[in-house]
Protein backbone atom coordinates (compact mmCIF):
# COMPACT_ATOMS: atom_id res chain seq x y z
CA UNK A 1 0.00 0.00 0.00
CA UNK A 2 0.86 3.80 -0.25
CA UNK A 3 3.30 5.13 -3.02
CA UNK A 4 5.97 2.85 -4.01
CA UNK A 5 8.87 3.69 -6.98
CA UNK A 6 11.33 1.77 -8.72
CA UNK A 7 13.92 2.71 -11.61
CA UNK A 8 16.90 0.58 -13.06
CA UNK A 9 18.65 -0.63 -16.15
CA UNK A 10 18.94 -3.20 -18.12
CA UNK A 11 21.41 -4.01 -20.60
CA UNK A 12 20.38 -6.99 -23.10
CA UNK A 13 23.18 -8.13 -25.61
CA UNK A 14 21.42 -10.60 -27.98
CA UNK A 15 23.84 -12.43 -30.73
CA UNK A 16 21.08 -12.72 -33.81
CA UNK A 17 18.42 -9.78 -33.63
CA UNK A 18 16.25 -10.52 -36.88
CA UNK A 19 16.48 -13.94 -36.13
CA UNK A 20 17.88 -15.42 -39.22
CA UNK A 21 18.99 -19.54 -39.29
CA UNK A 22 22.66 -18.73 -38.55
CA UNK A 23 23.50 -21.96 -40.20
CA UNK A 24 23.33 -20.57 -43.54
CA UNK A 25 23.45 -16.43 -42.31
CA UNK A 26 25.76 -14.21 -40.44
CA UNK A 27 23.01 -12.39 -37.84
CA UNK A 28 23.57 -9.25 -36.61
CA UNK A 29 24.55 -8.70 -33.00
CA UNK A 30 23.34 -5.64 -31.13
CA UNK A 31 23.21 -4.25 -27.53
CA UNK A 32 20.06 -3.16 -26.32
CA UNK A 33 20.30 -0.29 -23.79
CA UNK A 34 16.57 -0.35 -21.90
CA UNK A 35 16.15 2.45 -18.95
CA UNK A 36 12.59 1.92 -16.70
CA UNK A 37 10.54 3.52 -14.07
CA UNK A 38 7.51 1.70 -12.39
CA UNK A 39 5.42 3.73 -9.82
CA UNK A 40 3.08 1.48 -7.76
CA UNK A 41 0.00 2.48 -5.82
CA UNK A 42 -2.20 1.28 -3.27
CA UNK A 43 -5.00 2.81 -1.16
CA UNK A 44 -7.60 1.18 1.21
CA UNK A 45 -10.72 2.51 1.03
CA UNK A 46 -12.96 1.17 3.73
CA UNK A 47 -12.85 -2.76 3.04
CA UNK A 48 -11.76 -1.82 -0.17
CA UNK A 49 -8.37 -2.18 -2.20
CA UNK A 50 -7.39 0.61 -5.01
CA UNK A 51 -4.22 -0.76 -7.18
CA UNK A 52 -2.76 1.00 -9.60
CA UNK A 53 0.48 0.17 -11.54
CA UNK A 54 2.68 1.63 -14.24
CA UNK A 55 5.54 1.11 -16.56
CA UNK A 56 7.35 2.75 -19.01
CA UNK A 57 10.53 1.86 -20.43
CA UNK A 58 12.75 2.64 -23.82
CA UNK A 59 14.31 -0.38 -25.69
CA UNK A 60 16.90 1.81 -27.38
CA UNK A 61 19.79 -0.55 -29.81
CA UNK A 62 22.71 0.42 -30.28
CA UNK A 63 23.55 -0.71 -33.77
CA UNK A 64 19.84 -1.19 -35.05
CA UNK A 65 18.41 2.21 -34.32
CA UNK A 66 14.98 1.98 -36.38
CA UNK A 67 14.35 -0.93 -33.80
CA UNK A 68 14.11 1.26 -31.12
CA UNK A 69 10.50 1.45 -29.61
CA UNK A 70 8.99 3.07 -26.75
CA UNK A 71 7.55 0.26 -23.86
CA UNK A 72 4.73 0.84 -21.57
CA UNK A 73 2.90 -1.63 -19.48
CA UNK A 74 -0.24 0.14 -16.86
CA UNK A 75 -2.70 -1.56 -14.83
CA UNK A 76 -5.58 -0.21 -12.67
CA UNK A 77 -7.75 -2.64 -10.25
CA UNK A 78 -9.76 -2.34 -7.53
CA UNK A 79 -10.64 -5.31 -4.59
CA UNK A 80 -14.48 -4.54 -3.74
CA UNK A 81 -15.65 -7.04 -1.01
CA UNK A 82 -18.72 -7.58 0.15
CA UNK A 83 -20.58 -10.28 2.38
CA UNK A 84 -18.50 -12.55 4.25
CA UNK A 85 -15.93 -13.53 1.86
CA UNK A 86 -16.67 -12.31 -1.71
CA UNK A 87 -15.15 -9.49 -3.68
CA UNK A 88 -15.29 -8.52 -7.19
CA UNK A 89 -12.19 -7.52 -9.14
CA UNK A 90 -12.74 -5.11 -12.30
CA UNK A 91 -9.50 -4.62 -13.85
CA UNK A 92 -8.08 -2.41 -16.89
CA UNK A 93 -4.55 -2.60 -18.54
CA UNK A 94 -2.64 -1.76 -21.34
CA UNK A 95 0.59 -2.47 -22.87
CA UNK A 96 2.56 -1.77 -25.95
CA UNK A 97 6.02 -3.82 -27.14
CA UNK A 98 7.76 -4.37 -30.01
CA UNK A 99 7.23 -7.48 -31.88
CA UNK A 100 9.78 -10.37 -31.76
CA UNK A 101 11.28 -10.94 -35.12
CA UNK A 102 10.49 -14.65 -34.61
CA UNK A 103 6.72 -14.24 -34.80
CA UNK A 104 7.06 -11.88 -37.47
CA UNK A 105 9.38 -14.53 -39.73
CA UNK A 106 10.36 -11.21 -41.51
CA UNK A 107 12.43 -8.18 -41.03
CA UNK A 108 9.43 -5.78 -40.69
CA UNK A 109 8.90 -3.68 -37.88
CA UNK A 110 5.57 -4.13 -35.75
CA UNK A 111 4.60 -2.35 -32.80
CA UNK A 112 1.78 -4.31 -31.10
CA UNK A 113 -0.66 -2.66 -28.21
CA UNK A 114 -2.56 -4.94 -26.17
CA UNK A 115 -5.64 -3.76 -24.03
CA UNK A 116 -7.82 -5.57 -21.41
CA UNK A 117 -10.76 -4.87 -19.15
CA UNK A 118 -13.09 -7.24 -17.11
CA UNK A 119 -13.56 -8.39 -14.04
CA UNK A 120 -13.66 -10.85 -11.85
CA UNK A 121 -16.05 -12.10 -8.78
CA UNK A 122 -14.51 -14.34 -5.74
CA UNK A 123 -16.06 -15.95 -3.44
CA UNK A 124 -13.87 -18.44 -1.47
CA UNK A 125 -14.22 -20.05 1.68
CA UNK A 126 -14.94 -23.46 3.25
CA UNK A 127 -17.59 -25.19 1.66
CA UNK A 128 -19.00 -24.70 -1.80
CA UNK A 129 -19.18 -21.35 -3.61
CA UNK A 130 -19.27 -19.53 -6.65
CA UNK A 131 -16.98 -18.45 -9.93
CA UNK A 132 -17.11 -16.28 -12.13
CA UNK A 133 -15.09 -14.01 -14.45
CA UNK A 134 -15.47 -11.96 -17.91
CA UNK A 135 -12.50 -10.41 -19.61
CA UNK A 136 -12.15 -8.63 -22.89
CA UNK A 137 -8.79 -8.48 -24.43
CA UNK A 138 -7.94 -6.33 -27.70
CA UNK A 139 -4.65 -6.81 -29.95
CA UNK A 140 -3.60 -3.83 -32.55
CA UNK A 141 -0.86 -4.19 -34.92
CA UNK A 142 0.65 -1.98 -37.27
CA UNK A 143 -0.74 -2.02 -40.58
CA UNK A 144 1.30 -4.60 -42.24
CA UNK A 145 0.16 -7.02 -39.82
CA UNK A 146 -3.64 -6.02 -39.37
CA UNK A 147 -4.50 -9.14 -40.36
CA UNK A 148 -3.30 -10.35 -36.72
CA UNK A 149 -5.55 -7.45 -35.10
CA UNK A 150 -7.97 -9.65 -32.86
CA UNK A 151 -10.77 -8.72 -29.89
CA UNK A 152 -11.87 -11.76 -27.70
CA UNK A 153 -14.56 -12.07 -25.12
CA UNK A 154 -13.96 -14.68 -22.79
CA UNK A 155 -16.92 -15.93 -19.99
CA UNK A 156 -16.18 -18.44 -17.30
CA UNK A 157 -18.57 -19.56 -14.44
CA UNK A 158 -18.07 -22.70 -12.33
CA UNK A 159 -18.33 -23.63 -8.56
CA UNK A 160 -15.50 -24.65 -5.70
CA UNK A 161 -15.03 -26.37 -2.95
CA UNK A 162 -12.60 -25.42 -0.07
CA UNK A 163 -11.79 -28.21 2.46
CA UNK A 164 -9.05 -26.94 4.90
CA UNK A 165 -7.41 -30.66 4.82
CA UNK A 166 -8.27 -31.16 1.32
CA UNK A 167 -7.59 -28.46 -0.88
CA UNK A 168 -9.70 -26.26 -3.52
CA UNK A 169 -11.28 -28.22 -6.14
CA UNK A 170 -13.35 -25.98 -9.09
CA UNK A 171 -15.48 -27.27 -11.78
CA UNK A 172 -15.74 -24.56 -14.19
CA UNK A 173 -17.25 -23.82 -17.81
CA UNK A 174 -15.21 -21.09 -20.55
CA UNK A 175 -16.02 -19.51 -23.22
CA UNK A 176 -13.58 -17.58 -25.34
CA UNK A 177 -15.10 -15.90 -28.66
CA UNK A 178 -12.06 -14.96 -30.66
CA UNK A 179 -12.44 -12.84 -33.58
CA UNK A 180 -10.00 -12.02 -36.52
CA UNK A 181 -12.41 -9.21 -37.98
CA UNK A 182 -9.58 -7.94 -40.83
CA UNK A 183 -9.89 -11.43 -42.18
CA UNK A 184 -13.52 -12.31 -41.10
CA UNK A 185 -12.78 -15.61 -39.11
CA UNK A 186 -13.77 -16.16 -35.69
CA UNK A 187 -12.75 -19.03 -33.49
CA UNK A 188 -14.80 -20.18 -30.92
CA UNK A 189 -13.86 -22.24 -27.32
CA UNK A 190 -15.43 -24.30 -24.77
CA UNK A 191 -13.58 -25.55 -21.98
CA UNK A 192 -15.20 -28.03 -19.32
CA UNK A 193 -12.40 -28.46 -16.53
CA UNK A 194 -11.61 -29.08 -13.56
CA UNK A 195 -8.62 -27.01 -11.04
CA UNK A 196 -7.40 -27.83 -7.71
CA UNK A 197 -4.83 -26.39 -5.35
CA UNK A 198 -3.23 -27.30 -2.34
CA UNK A 199 -0.33 -27.13 0.02
CA UNK A 200 1.03 -30.78 0.43
CA UNK A 201 3.17 -29.18 2.85
CA UNK A 202 4.71 -26.23 4.52
CA UNK A 203 7.42 -26.37 1.57
CA UNK A 204 5.29 -28.27 -1.02
CA UNK A 205 2.58 -26.78 -3.76
CA UNK A 206 0.53 -27.99 -6.52
CA UNK A 207 -1.77 -26.22 -8.87
CA UNK A 208 -3.53 -28.38 -11.50
CA UNK A 209 -6.41 -27.49 -14.24
CA UNK A 210 -7.53 -30.13 -16.75
CA UNK A 211 -9.97 -29.07 -19.11
CA UNK A 212 -11.50 -30.48 -22.55
CA UNK A 213 -11.20 -28.15 -25.02
CA UNK A 214 -13.68 -27.96 -28.17
CA UNK A 215 -12.75 -25.35 -30.79
CA UNK A 216 -14.12 -24.58 -33.95
CA UNK A 217 -14.20 -21.90 -36.48
CA UNK A 218 -15.70 -19.90 -38.86
CA UNK A 219 -13.30 -21.15 -41.38
CA UNK A 220 -13.42 -24.99 -42.92
CA UNK A 221 -9.86 -24.64 -43.88
CA UNK A 222 -8.82 -23.40 -40.15
CA UNK A 223 -11.46 -25.91 -38.68
CA UNK A 224 -11.72 -27.38 -35.51
CA UNK A 225 -10.00 -29.19 -32.19
CA UNK A 226 -11.20 -31.39 -29.64
CA UNK A 227 -8.29 -32.54 -27.08
CA UNK A 228 -6.89 -32.65 -23.10
CA UNK A 229 -5.72 -29.18 -21.80
CA UNK A 230 -4.06 -28.82 -18.62
CA UNK A 231 -2.43 -26.40 -17.10
CA UNK A 232 0.01 -28.07 -13.75
CA UNK A 233 2.56 -26.90 -11.65
CA UNK A 234 4.67 -28.32 -8.55
CA UNK A 235 7.08 -26.41 -6.33
CA UNK A 236 8.86 -27.82 -3.78
CA UNK A 237 11.48 -26.65 -1.08
CA UNK A 238 12.25 -30.69 0.37
CA UNK A 239 15.78 -29.45 -0.24
CA UNK A 240 17.19 -26.64 2.24
CA UNK A 241 17.58 -23.27 -0.06
CA UNK A 242 16.28 -25.19 -3.48
CA UNK A 243 13.55 -24.42 -4.66
CA UNK A 244 12.16 -26.73 -7.77
CA UNK A 245 9.49 -25.64 -9.79
CA UNK A 246 8.08 -28.09 -12.50
CA UNK A 247 5.53 -26.54 -15.16
CA UNK A 248 3.53 -28.16 -18.19
CA UNK A 249 0.63 -26.73 -19.85
CA UNK A 250 -1.56 -26.91 -23.40
CA UNK A 251 -3.74 -24.52 -24.12
CA UNK A 252 -5.28 -22.73 -27.50
CA UNK A 253 -3.59 -19.74 -28.11
CA UNK A 254 -5.94 -17.40 -30.62
CA UNK A 255 -3.23 -14.13 -30.89
CA UNK A 256 -0.69 -15.41 -33.20
CA UNK A 257 1.19 -13.66 -35.88
CA UNK A 258 1.61 -16.63 -37.36
CA UNK A 259 -1.82 -18.40 -37.67
CA UNK A 260 -4.85 -17.00 -38.88
CA UNK A 261 -7.43 -19.30 -37.45
CA UNK A 262 -5.72 -20.79 -34.10
CA UNK A 263 -2.36 -22.14 -32.34
CA UNK A 264 -2.60 -25.52 -30.22
CA UNK A 265 0.56 -25.18 -28.07
CA UNK A 266 2.09 -27.54 -25.59
CA UNK A 267 4.92 -26.10 -23.09
CA UNK A 268 7.07 -27.64 -20.24
CA UNK A 269 9.15 -25.79 -18.08
CA UNK A 270 11.61 -27.31 -15.00
CA UNK A 271 13.81 -24.31 -12.73
CA UNK A 272 15.86 -24.60 -10.20
CA UNK A 273 16.53 -21.62 -7.62
CA UNK A 274 19.47 -21.81 -5.39
CA UNK A 275 19.76 -19.60 -2.23
CA UNK A 276 23.70 -19.29 -1.95
CA UNK A 277 22.69 -17.00 1.21
CA UNK A 278 19.90 -14.53 2.09
CA UNK A 279 21.93 -11.78 -0.51
CA UNK A 280 22.53 -13.88 -3.27
CA UNK A 281 20.83 -16.59 -5.26
CA UNK A 282 21.45 -18.84 -8.56
CA UNK A 283 18.90 -20.67 -10.55
CA UNK A 284 18.65 -22.91 -14.33
CA UNK A 285 15.94 -23.03 -16.14
CA UNK A 286 15.03 -24.90 -19.46
CA UNK A 287 11.42 -24.88 -21.15
CA UNK A 288 10.38 -26.52 -24.42
CA UNK A 289 7.65 -25.08 -26.34
CA UNK A 290 5.88 -26.68 -29.37
CA UNK A 291 2.78 -25.65 -31.54
CA UNK A 292 0.25 -26.32 -34.04
CA UNK A 293 -0.64 -23.74 -36.49
CA UNK A 294 -4.68 -24.10 -37.87
CA UNK A 295 -5.27 -22.13 -40.85
CA UNK A 296 -6.63 -20.86 -43.82
CA UNK A 297 -3.68 -20.61 -46.17
CA UNK A 298 -5.91 -18.84 -48.74
CA UNK A 299 -6.20 -15.84 -46.90
CA UNK A 300 -2.63 -15.47 -44.96
CA UNK A 301 -0.52 -18.33 -46.63
CA UNK A 302 2.62 -19.10 -44.38
CA UNK A 303 4.60 -22.12 -45.12
CA UNK A 304 5.01 -22.78 -41.31
CA UNK A 305 2.46 -25.51 -39.82
CA UNK A 306 4.28 -26.30 -36.45
CA UNK A 307 7.18 -25.01 -34.56
CA UNK A 308 9.22 -25.95 -32.02
CA UNK A 309 11.40 -23.66 -29.22
CA UNK A 310 13.71 -24.41 -26.47
CA UNK A 311 15.23 -22.60 -24.06
CA UNK A 312 18.18 -22.98 -21.70
CA UNK A 313 19.18 -20.17 -19.45
CA UNK A 314 21.17 -19.70 -15.94
CA UNK A 315 20.23 -16.42 -13.43
CA UNK A 316 22.20 -14.95 -11.12
CA UNK A 317 20.62 -12.27 -8.46
CA UNK A 318 22.36 -10.02 -5.97
CA UNK A 319 20.89 -7.82 -3.31
CA UNK A 320 23.60 -4.91 -2.56
CA UNK A 321 20.94 -3.11 0.06
CA UNK A 322 17.55 -3.17 1.03
CA UNK A 323 17.38 -0.55 -1.57
CA UNK A 324 19.25 -1.95 -4.83
CA UNK A 325 18.98 -5.10 -6.54
CA UNK A 326 21.54 -6.61 -9.76
CA UNK A 327 20.41 -9.71 -11.96
CA UNK A 328 22.16 -11.57 -14.26
CA UNK A 329 20.18 -13.89 -16.72
CA UNK A 330 21.95 -15.93 -19.60
CA UNK A 331 19.50 -17.80 -22.33
CA UNK A 332 20.09 -19.73 -25.31
CA UNK A 333 17.16 -20.25 -28.00
CA UNK A 334 16.62 -21.60 -30.40
CA UNK A 335 13.43 -22.57 -33.27
CA UNK A 336 12.73 -25.22 -35.62
CA UNK A 337 10.25 -25.35 -38.07
CA UNK A 338 8.31 -28.29 -39.77
CA UNK A 339 9.02 -26.88 -43.14
CA UNK A 340 13.00 -25.39 -42.34
CA UNK A 341 11.28 -22.25 -43.29
CA UNK A 342 12.27 -19.60 -40.27
CA UNK A 343 14.54 -20.92 -38.05
CA UNK A 344 16.85 -19.71 -35.56
CA UNK A 345 19.35 -19.79 -32.99
CA UNK A 346 20.73 -17.47 -30.46
CA UNK A 347 22.04 -16.10 -27.10
CA UNK A 348 20.65 -13.53 -24.99
CA UNK A 349 22.53 -11.71 -22.07
CA UNK A 350 20.82 -9.57 -19.72
CA UNK A 351 22.37 -7.53 -16.89
CA UNK A 352 19.95 -5.66 -14.87
CA UNK A 353 20.10 -3.03 -12.08
CA UNK A 354 16.97 -1.70 -10.30
CA UNK A 355 16.60 0.69 -7.15
CA UNK A 356 13.78 1.27 -5.15
CA UNK A 357 12.80 4.70 -3.84
Known amino acids: MGLNATAGLDLLYDDNVYRVDDRVEDPNTDLIVTPWAELTYGKPIGRHDLLLRG ?29 ATCSVTPLISYRQQ ?38 RDLTRNADAFDFADQTSDTFLAGVGYNMPSLGTVTA ?30 PITQMDAEVRWLDVAS ?43 GFAIRTRHRLEGAFAISELTSAGLYGELERRKFRQDAALRPFSI ?29 KRRTDTDVAEFSGTQVTLGAALRF
Open 305 to 333: TADRNVRLGAMLQRKLSDRFDISLDAQRY
Open 218 to 260: DSAAVGSYDGLGWDVSLSTGIIPRLKLTATTERSIVNDSLIAS
Open 55 to 83: RVGYDRFISEGQRSKLRLDTEAKAVIRFG
Open 98 to 135: RADYGDLNQQTENLQRFATFGAELDCERPGLFPVANYR
Open 172 to 201: FYERVNSDRRNLGIENRTNSYGLRFKREVS
